[in-house]
C-alpha cells in the first residue's frame, strides 16, 4: 500500500546540477523520515542524506557535503535531493526509503524503497 517514487535522474556534465524528487504515497512525512542513497556498480550502497519528519537533516556522506541539500514539501508528500557541482564520482542509482519516526544509522533500518534514478555525471 505504501509507495515511494524517485524521479529527477540523468545524464549532467560534470559541474551540473540535478534536483531529484521522491513522492510518498499512502503515508505521511509527518510521521516517517526519508534517506537519500545510493549504489554504484561494484559500490557498496552509501548514504546520502536523510530528513527528520521535523525536517532536520543528517548528513551520511562528507563527500556531498557543500554540494547536495535535503528538502521537503509535507503537502505534496515528497523529499527532495537537490545536487550542485556533480562529480564523477556521483555516478550511481539513488534511491529514497522511509523509516519510522526518525533518521536511522544506516540503509539496513529503512524499511520501504523505491526503485531508483539513474544519475551519470560524465563529460
Known amino acids: 500500500q505504501y509507495e515511494l517514487v524517485e524521479s529527477g535522474g540523468g545524464l549532467v556534465q560534470p559541474g551540473g546540477s540535478l534536483r531529484l524528487s521522491c513522492t510518498v504515497s499512502?503515508?505521511?512525512?509527518?510521521?516517517?523520515?526519508i534517506g537519500w542513497f545510493r549504489q554504484a556498480p561494484g559500490k557498496e550502497r552509501e548514504g546520502v542524506l536523510c530528513?527528520?519528519?521535523?525536517?532536520?537533516?543528517?548528513t551520511y556522506a562528507d563527500s556531498v557535503k557543500g554540494r547536495f541539500t535535503i528538502s521537503k514539501d509535507n503537502h505534496k508528500n515528497t523529499v527532495y535531493l537537490q545536487m550542485n557541482n556533480l562529480k564523477p564520482d556521483d555516478t550511481a542509482v539513488y534511491y529514497c526509503?522511509?523509516?519510522?519516526?526518525?533518521?536511522?544509522?544506516?540503509?539496513?533500518?529503512?524499511?520501504?524503497w523505491g526503485q531508483g534514478t539513474q544519475v551519470t555525471v560524465s563529460s
Open positions: 526509503a522511509a523509516a519510522s519516526k526518525k533518521c536511522r544509522s544506516n540503509w539496513s533500518l529503512f524499511g520501504s
Open positions: 530528513i527528520s519528519t521535523s525536517g532536520a537533516p543528517t
Open positions: 499512502g503515508w505521511s512525512l509527518d510521521a516517517y523520515a
